[in-house]
């Protein structure tokens, strides 16, 4: 029989939460809110679909949400962005992050890529014919090497993946590091593509920096944005990709052929939502930070070894400290089990040799939820 391509592993989200439904555990696992987002975004979309026409919409996005995406840039970060061309809606980051690398990567152009990382992007780069360059960084404080980022780089290198603040290591980049990125890519005449989902989720007084606003970036930068994370409706599967004419337009291209277009009412409830005041992005901020201080104190109290976070809404922890056989894998598997919680392994988030003392969990959860969570690994350990 003629072989089908076998090369995409199954995603650590779903092995993990089909784990924690089965055993009715709490899902620390797989990323995800568990209130809802804001009620008048919902209700927005709600009346948007009544109202309707729930009809193909554009392809680039309905108008009202690019605009809004375009005055997001310039409210936030001081980018001037021409809405028609250069803002696409697509289904999510996910699918921006598969049309950005379908329209960008070509056989065997490298692609340079910091470990650990976000679990889509290996099997994307790999099924373009992209050759990866691994830049890995090691806890607690994930600093980039930037020695050993420049020798990742060549004139085979077609852009650099990062993402910005960073799932799962919960870095978020210095200006240091973001400069010396952007110079080489000018260097090497290379992309950047820049995942920054977690752009309103950065704690302590951080300010997210994206990579596009650095020297020479404007028109080499792809930025990807998404209303699961800045608005707590990872159901939706809104996402916006910024980037300069020449680049939108082959990424536009990509993603006529994969989804087209995303749900009408969705994106007119995103534009409304990204026009809301200060005060909701702060909270955002402020209440996850109260939530990481939280779930991370609980854990440390149990002596897990807790890895410094500042952004996301993902912890990491040492379980070395713990003194328990088995490997990250094992452990979730048995604390799953066992315990009744589900946290993700961090080695799925390698390509090669990968530590194997590292869990991440996700603190986006009422507070009683952590509660429990730490509660049970209490009784467990
Ligand atoms: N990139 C990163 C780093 C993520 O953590 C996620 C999950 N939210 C995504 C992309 C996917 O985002 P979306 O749900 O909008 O496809
Ligand atoms: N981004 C989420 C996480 O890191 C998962 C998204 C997904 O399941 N595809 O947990």
Redesign the pocket.
Known sequence: TNPVYTGLPT?I?EVMSRLAIEHKSINLG??FPDVDGPEDVRRFAADALMAGPNQYPPMMGVPELRQAVAEANRRFYGLDVDWKSEVLVTSGA?EALSDIITAVIEPGDEVVLIEPL?DCYLPLVRRAGGIPRLVRITPPEWRLDLAALEAAFSPRTKAILINNPM?PAAKVFTREELEAIAALCVRFDAYAICDEVYEHILFDGRAHIPLMTLPGMRERAIRIGSAGKTFSLTGWKVGYVTAAPALLDPIAKAHQFTTFTTPPNLQKAVAFGLGKDDAYYGELGSSLAAKRDRLAEGLARLGFGVVPCGGTYFVTADVTPLGLSGDDAELCRRMTVEAGVTAVPVSAFYAGEAPRNFVRF?FSKRDEILDGAVERLGNWL
């Open positions: 995603t989200f797989q990323g996910t976000y799932n996700c």
